[in-house]
């Protein structure tokens, strides 16, 4: 029992991090209706981001870890993922915008490409530590817990599912609050309409990849922080894992991105505590085509929408 | 032989006298300079570049001076083949030197064993590996005696309850857990658990988790470096006072410096340890720092041994004609390596001892020598 406890909250922490780069691969898939497949590369980008300024807030912050140089550095990146997000979109996406939407589907496999080999030429290919911006440990749970006591709950799976749970309210408020908000809601809803009502496409849409990759950016942290090495082909599994993560919640919505990356990362450590971590993988995405076949819309998404 | 090979064979016969004058000895090298593995790489190749200088400082082989041509396989699955064919049809080498991995080495040696090219492994363990041909040698011990190494150390230790933590896409660490679990089955203990994982997983904590739950006394973790010092900080994590043990694949430089404290009070066997006084041993740390200014670890120690083995055989055979080569190389015995004295086997393999090495204080220790 406690043993699979334990595996619900291993699970728990790593499906916070899918779940925060399912966000970026619906929010896309909501407004353009296509699917950004550099997406987990700008997870990447992140995590090196943070690889690089580290040294830096550290000692802006005393040296050691601490809380407050984890949140610069978490910001930091965010902010770099953001500009990398807006980048791809303005330099590779934008001018295909009028064009059939398989050739764009097509660039951003070759953004994706690109980034993973950049990647190995600029930082090289071999793994890199990641510096500690917060020390990981166990938390000493109280003995009035009884047998629960016996869990293990590290500071950083809190951090990740505190964060993730901070970023999620923040987005809900973003989207349903704010007027670019509203704006993104209604260029999902019908483009054209919203182009006609004043809404500034271009803006909104520059603003959700901005939006999105700082999410990725932040998960690329928060993994960092857990598992202290990183690498230029990180982002292509968890990549993949987010965006069946993506489809299993239903793409294009926000709370069933979230639902998607949970499951997936419980999926996973169940599978692997239990079976075979040879299956975890096959297991993953026989649920992309179990999803597909029987509901594509997935599990929280909407009836779809056919336009003529 | 089928009428197409033939004839490219002797093309190649015809072009061999047209190469350039020879007076240099190529020898082929392929390691992983970068990627996953490359800590290995780097050290394998210093110690081979070390003995190359050595030996064309002190004049050479057969008169001439040896030429170290090295390829990098970036710790990809795939490159070892490419490369090596490049070095044996177009740089015309008379031996190939590679590589640490063992899936690496398999890769390539049915290559050079189809072109009657001597390969020598520095430090690929998997039996597997010479069993391949017989063009193909290694100047390490294999996994069945490493494994046997740590299952009777565990023993000793009184662990009898262990678990084991193999990662399924490396044929070394297979081979290493299989040896391990007969041996502790034959020694009266008991293996309470067995997970896996894959080479570049980063987490691992559903695996330490379940292996917790068995309780185990000790826990083998037959892995590379990268994962074993992820693998050594989640389980302290997680709350597992158990400690690991592993072998050769363990010793990499960034393995203390991502693992910390989390691996001391562990153990792994290794080739060899740098309080050896024997003369050998001495002589090449001294010229390694000379020459990097840095400790050189086994990989560097092995890749040392290849290439004088090798330069050594050249010298007793008198020429570098692939087949008078080979034999020269069987006949290799008592060879005073780095890594001890060298003989190798009937199936190509060095029989020597084996070192098992203590982590703690921010270093290794040598805990005990054990014979074959």
Same mark, same amino acid.
């Given at each position: 029992m406690i043993e699979f406890l334990q595996q619900l909250i291993n699970g728990l922490g790593q499906g916070s991090i899918y779940a925060l780069i399912a966000l970026g691969y619906t929010m896309v898939y909501g407004v353009?209706? %296509?699917?950004? %497949? #550099?997406h987990g590369d700008v997870y990447m980008l992140g995590a090196f981001a943070g690889l690089y300024v580290a040294p830096w807030t550290l000692r802006l912050f005393g040296g050691g870890p601490s809380f407050a140089g984890a949140a610069a550095v978490l910001l930091l990146a965010m902010a770099v993922c953001a500009a990398a997000g807006v980048a791809i979109e303005w330099l590779c996406y934008r001018p295909l915008r009028?064009?059939?939407?398989l050739n764009v589907l097509i660039t951003a496999i070759g953004v994706s490409l690109f980034l993973e080999n950049a990647g190995q030429s600029v930082f090289g290919a071999d793994p890199k530590s990641f510096p500690e911006i917060i020390a990981d440990r166990a938390l000493d749970l109280? #003995?009035? $817990? =009884?047998? %629960?006591? &016996?869990l293990t709950i590290t500071v950083g799976q809190l951090l990740v599912v505190g964060v993730t749970l901070v970023l999620l309210v923040g987005l809900r408020h973003v989207v349903r609050r704010t007027r670019l908000g509203l704006a993104m809601r209604a260029l999902a809803f019908n483009p054209g309409a919203a182009s006609l009502m004043g809404v500034n496409n271009g803006v909104v849409i520059a603003f959700t990849f901005g939006l999105g990759s700082a999410l990725a950016g932040a998960a690329g942290i928060l993994t960092s922080i857990q598992q202290s090495s990183i690498d230029p082909? &990180? =982002?292509?599994n968890a990549g993949l894992k987010a965006f069946v993560a993506a489809v299993l919640g239903g793409i294009g919505s926000l709370p069933g991105a979230a639902l998607g990356g949970v499951l997936i990362g419980l999926l996973e450590a169940l599978v692997v505590g239990y079976i075979s971590p040879t299956y975890r993988d096959p297991i993953v995405f026989a649920v992309l085509i179990v999803i597909l076949l029987v509901k594509p819309t997935g599990l929280l998404g909407g009836t779809e929408r056919e336009k003529v | 032989m089928p009428p197409l090979p033939r004839l490219l064979a002797a093309a190649l016969l015809l072009a061999a006298p047209a190469a350039p004058a020879q007076d240099t000895i190529k020898v082929g090298e392929f390691a992983a300079l970068t990627g996953g593995i490359a800590s290995f790489g780097q050290s394998s190749h210093k110690g081979t570049l070390l003995a190359i200088d050595e030996l064309n400082a002190a004049g050479g082989v057969l008169g001439k001076k040896l030429a170290l041509l090295t390829e990098d396989d970036q710790s990809l699955a795939g490159q070892p083949a490419t490369i090596v064919r490049k070095l044996i049809s177009q740089d015309h080498v008379v031996a190939i030197l590679g590589e640490v991995a063992s899936s690496k080495s398999l890769e390539a040696a049915p290559i050079c064993q189809e072109n009657h090219i001597p390969m020598i492994s520095p430090a690929s363990t998997n039996p597997k590996v010479t069993e391949t041909g017989d063009y193909i040698f290694r100047v390490c011990f294999i996994d069945p005696f490493q494994g046997t190494v740590m299952a009777k150390f565990a023993a000793s230790r009184g662990w009898k309850k262990v678990a084991v933590l193999t990662d399924v896409k490396q044929d070394y660490s297979m081979g290493l857990a299989q040896f391990f679990k007969a041996g502790v089955v034959q020694g009266g =203990?008991?293996?309470v658990k067995e997970q896996s994982y894959s080479s570049g997983d980063k987490d691992f904590k559903p695996q330490l988790t379940s292996l917790k739950a068995a309780q185990p006394e000790a826990i083998f973790v037959p892995g590379y470096y990268a994962e074993v010092a992820l693998i050594a900080k989640q389980a302290r994590l997680l709350g597992i006072k158990a400690p690991l043990l592993g072998g050769? =694949? $363990? &010793?990499?430089?960034?393995l203390l410096k991502v693992a910390g404290t989390a691996l001391d009070g562990c153990y792994f066997s290794c080739h060899f340890s740098a309080d050896d006084k024997a003369p050998a041993v001495q002589g090449f740390l001294a010229s390694y720092r000379a020459k990097y200014g840095a400790e050189p670890d086994d990989m560097a120690a092995l890749g040392y041994d290849s290439a004088m083995i090798l330069a050594a055989a050249i010298k007793r055979a008198g020429t570098t004609d692939s087949a008078a080569l080979r034999d020269a190389l069987a006949a290799t015995k008592d060879h005073p390596g780095v890594t001890g004295r060298i003989t190798l086997d009937d199936k190509r393999n060095a029989t020597k001892p084996a070192v098992i090495l203590g982590v703690g204080q921010g270093g290794f220790h040598f805990v005990e020598s054990v014979a074959p």
């Open positions: 353009l209706r %296509f699917i950004n %497949f #550099a009028h064009r059939p939407r109280p #003995a009035s $817990w =009884g047998p %629960f006591a &016996m082909l &990180m =982002g292509v | =203990g008991e293996i050769d =694949g $363990w &010793m990499g430089d960034s």
